[in-house]
């Protein structure tokens, strides 16, 4: 933790001085007219912007079939999803080893659609279609968006509605009785002023698992959603755009197995259920001047999940089984202003935001016969103003200034009904905490050669604290947990932008690190871990070589481990060990290739380091690593495209999620179909 000087030192410097947030680099492709996508105050204005990041255009995610957030764990150095199976829900999202906890607790990663951030990490489901890009930020980002983005950030942007009518068309099936539909229209109502987009998707498919008690597939999953928006230009600076959406999820029982059983095979009593219901409206207001830009997005987000049951002892007996009903309302308003690219000297943004959240829970445990209801209230206000300031006066170099600002206000109403566990402790039914934080950053970029870009950023960042349902030594909260982050890194082009090759080096000082802990199956809390560091390494590189043929590597190497940190229960001392959900290294390696006939295939080579699933480091709660590949073959002719694909196709079995009752969530068996797309 910094002492009371250092920090008044940084702090007095960037005040001096104010921070930096730079738009990220178009890791795949240089446009020139990337100012705005959609109604999108773009954040790839700059080429070589001064810290990691990537971005997927729409031929790139059709390509890689990215279906949704969760897909793109095996294409980003040192990003990892333990995709739990329950789309979103029990997910846990890494970068760079920072994580969020399972159930309480704020994401590392902030994920913006359309400019909509999304809330908790058990409300990141959402099913892509009709994308234009994605951009991937890894690193704090504390001056680019509203949202708190701690440990990096996911802009998806849509399709934008435009005075051309066009449309996509699409259709796909495969085992385990898998069939989608997705499509998409757009077009001009009046010429110039007003158009219109539409876009709908429909998925479903058979379980992985299978229940050799009840003779069914439990965890099949099923998809219906849509989204359509309105853009009017009433005047030429003007934009204002109206998005609405809506996701209905209607799965089955969590991907869950003993891990001492077969794989894929589970003998329960119960069915299991999981729905999740979700609507997302949107206003946007965007005004260009001649020399700065304004964008004001208000926006809405309900998430609801009614019900989830799970059978919590996995066996033909009727031992113990739970059910959640969960409501988390979300109201957002943020303004950003930013100048304009221009030669001058100076770029800069600013911006404030505010993000209004409730979230209301009923879990009923049954155990043995008997019933425990408990209820939970946890509301929280965050408020943020940031800005950065890029100054390019200097030739060949530029600096860059950042500060943020945010206070947090945070909470809980608990409520218990039945003894199973005992009454809630006084004074721990209802609490409050509020959370301060000055997000300082300062960067430098220079190119001393006009393919080679060096860089390098070092900033604070910070995670709010929060509540659980779990009383601990007598308090159910937990603390901020705060970082010092650097980064230095070179990027480079060559040939035309035919061969790039990237490196980046980060360290990460972490205070307070939290680290969620089960009791039972439903009783948990969070602690911190006073003094973590993680440290790594990230390639990036492509070569598009003679005939068409394309190469594509990546990796990311991270390090991490407790500097300093007891377990409050058993005294035991844990420095040393890893911290949970962190592969120890990730990387991809892929083969593309289209010719001039049409035909296309890409292939690629998937590997995940050694990961640990408790902070005690238990062998038995670990998975060790692990390489899966993924193929793709087509053939297109205009605007028809007929492909076969084919995941993790030697059927390699592992884990993605374990638990200490002796459970997990396997990964994905080897999956393949065919699908058939018409329109661009």
């Known amino acids: 933790m910094l002492t009371n000087n250092q920090f008044n030192c940084v702090f007095w410097v960037t005040m001096l001085a104010p921070i930096n947030a730079w738009p990220a680099e178009q890791n795949t492709v240089v446009l020139d007219n990337m100012e705005v996508l959609g109604d999108n105050v773009s954040i790839n204005r700059f080429e070589d912007p001064p810290f990691s990041a990537q971005l997927f255009l729409r031929e790139e995610i059709e390509e890689r079939r990215i279906k949704a957030v969760q897909d793109l764990t095996d294409d980003i150095p040192n990003f990892h999803i333990s995709n739990a199976g329950s789309r979103g829900i029990n997910d846990i999202v890494s970068i760079r080893g920072l994580t969020n906890t399972l159930v309480f607790g704020n994401a590392s990663v902030s994920i913006y659609v359309d400019d909509v951030p999304f809330g908790d990490p058990f409300t990141f489901a959402n099913r892509l279609y009709g994308v234009e890009s994605i951009e991937v930020f890894r690193g704090p980002q504390a001056t680019l968006f509203g949202k708190n983005s701690y440990g990096g950030a996911f802009n998806v942007t849509n399709r934008r509605p435009g005075d051309k009518l066009q449309g996509v068309f699409s259709v796909e099936g495969g085992n385990f009785d898998y069939r989608a539909i997705n499509g998409t229209i757009s077009g001009p109502i009046v010429h110039n002023q007003l158009s219109f987009s539409l876009a709908g998707a429909y998925t479903k498919r058979d379980g992985f698992l299978k229940n050799t008690f009840l003779h069914t597939q439990p965890d099949n999953q099923e998809y219906t959603g849509g989204r359509g928006s309105l853009l009017w230009s009433p005047a030429k600076a003007w934009n204002i755009s109206f998005s609405a959406s809506v996701d209905n999820f209607d799965d089955g029982a969590g991907r869950v197995v003993p891990l001492d059983g077969e794989p894929f095979t589970v003998q329960s009593n119960l069915s299991g259920e999981t729905k999740q219901f979700i609507d997302t409206e949107a206003l946007k207001i965007h005004y260009l001047a001649q020399a700065f830009e304004v964008l004001s997005i208000t926006a809405r987000r309900n998430w609801k999940l009614d019900p989830r049951i799970s059978d919590l002892d996995l066996t033909p007996a009727p031992i113990a089984k739970i059910e959640t009903r969960q409501n988390v309302q979300q109201w957002s308003q943020e303004f950003r202003i930013q100048s304009l690219d221009h030669p001058g000297e100076w770029d800069w943004r600013m911006g404030i935001f505010g993000l209004f959240s409730k979230d209301k829970s009923n879990n009923v445990l049954t155990l043995f016969g008997d019933s425990e209801a408990t209820h939970d209230k946890i509301d929280e206000n965050s408020y943020a103003g940031f800005g950065y300031i890029n100054y390019k006066g200097f030739e060949n170099t530029e600096l860059n200034f950042g500060l943020r600002m945010d206070y947090v206000q945070s909470g809980i109403d608990r409520k218990r009904q039945g003894e199973s566990f005992g009454p809630i402790p006084a004074g721990l039914e209802k609490q409050q905490a509020s959370f301060f934080f000055i997000s300082p950053k300062l960067g430098f970029s220079h190119t001393p050669l006009p393919q080679v870009s060096l860089y390098g950023s070092t900033q604070l960042a910070f995670k709010p604290g929060g509540f659980t349902t779990t009383d601990l030594n007598g308090f159910s909260g937990f603390d901020k947990e705060t970082m010092w982050a650097s980064e230095l890194g070179i990027k480079s ?40 560091t993680s440290y790594g390494v990230e390639l990036e590189f492509y070569a598009k070589t003679f005939a068409g043929f394309e190469v594509e590597a990546t990796f990311g190497l991270t390090k991490i481990t407790f500097d300093r940190f007891r377990d409050p229960i058993s005294n035991q001392n844990l420095a040393g060990n890893v911290p949970p959900f962190v592969p120890k290294y990730n990387y991809l390696i892929a083969l593309q290739h289209q010719d001039l006939w049409g035909f296309f295939a890409r292939t690629e080579l998937v590997g995940t380091g050694k990961t640990y699933f408790d902070d005690f480091n238990t062998e038995a709660l670990k998975q060790d690593a692990y390489e899966i590949i993924n193929a793709r073959l087509g053939y297109s002719i205009g605007p028809v495209e007929i492909y076969g694909f084919a995941n993790n196709l030697a059927d390699k079995e592992y884990f993605i999620q374990k638990f200490s009752f002796r459970s997990g969530v396997p990964g994905n068996p080897r999956t393949f179909g065919i699908g058939l797309k018409i329109g661009n």
């Open 493 to 532: 082009r060559w040939f035309n932008n035919q061969l790039r090759a990237n490196l980046a080096v980060f360290y990460y000082d972490i205070q307070d690190y939290q680290i969620e802990r089960f009791f039972t199956p439903t009783e948990l809390f969070v602690i911190n871990a006073p003094e973590v």
